[in-house]
């Protein structure tokens, strides 16, 4: 039970630092467009957010799509999961 | 002074928390002292990470997290730059389009552009470089940041 009751809090745990890794690439990415002027659209589960300026002009339009919003994900997990994983396998006891 | 021994992990304040509040007190309350304190508290937990086998791969999966962030976003800037110079629309791989970009004027191919043009074309690219500059000095200090760590204390 021990185990299942850790195993859950590491998924969780994993989860949860995605999410808000994901989060503040969003916020960077919208600071971003603002910066570079761009309308950006970002898709996921069949929705889309767009950040757009007010005024209608010709900006370019940046689109993220449902694949590369999962890509992003996956990704960031994997980033993470590589790096953890290797310095397990590289631990060694300070002399 | 002496609150900021709180900052040090809890084993640490065990073993040495009293012998530390005698000599913090001893200590003039000035801003380098404090300096040092908080700097002395990030070794500890240094050290107290370094020494769990769990605990250092955990720190090491946010330390992942946080670089492959900021290759998304030197990807994101890198995307709108390439999308400028060479009309590039669509980002995919295989039958997955991850991203479209549609620029908003004209796209110049270097060798085709006049003296004046280049200048224009330098200019209109200033935001993205200094950015792409940003990113890339944040992601070398974050990947340089696990052997400044080592070299501390």
Redesign the interface.
Known sequence: MRRVAAAVSVLLLLLV??AV?EA??LA??IL?SS??E?RLVVELGGRFVQVAPATYL????????E??TA??FV??????????????RR?R??P | MKSLLRLYPRSWRKRYGQEMEVLVEAMPGRLGIALDLVMGAAVAYR?VI??N??L??????????????L???IG??S??LA??QWGLTD?R?GP??????????PFFRLGELSQAMWVAVFRSWL??GI?LAVLLVALALLLAAPRLLRRLG
């Open positions: 630092s995605v890794a503040s690439l960077l990415v971003f910066i570079l761009l010709p900006f370019p339009d940046v689109s993220i799509r694949a590369g890509a992003s990704f960031t997990l994997a980033c993470g999961l590589a790096a953890g994983a290797r310095r397990y631990w006891p300070a | 050290d370094r020494g086998r769990v250092a791969a955990a720190g090491a999966y946010l330390h992942g997290i946080c670089v492959a962030v290759v998304q976003a994101f800037v995307l709108v999308a400028q980002l791989i997955f389009v991850l991203a479209t970009v549609v620029p908003s004027g935001p993205e950015l």
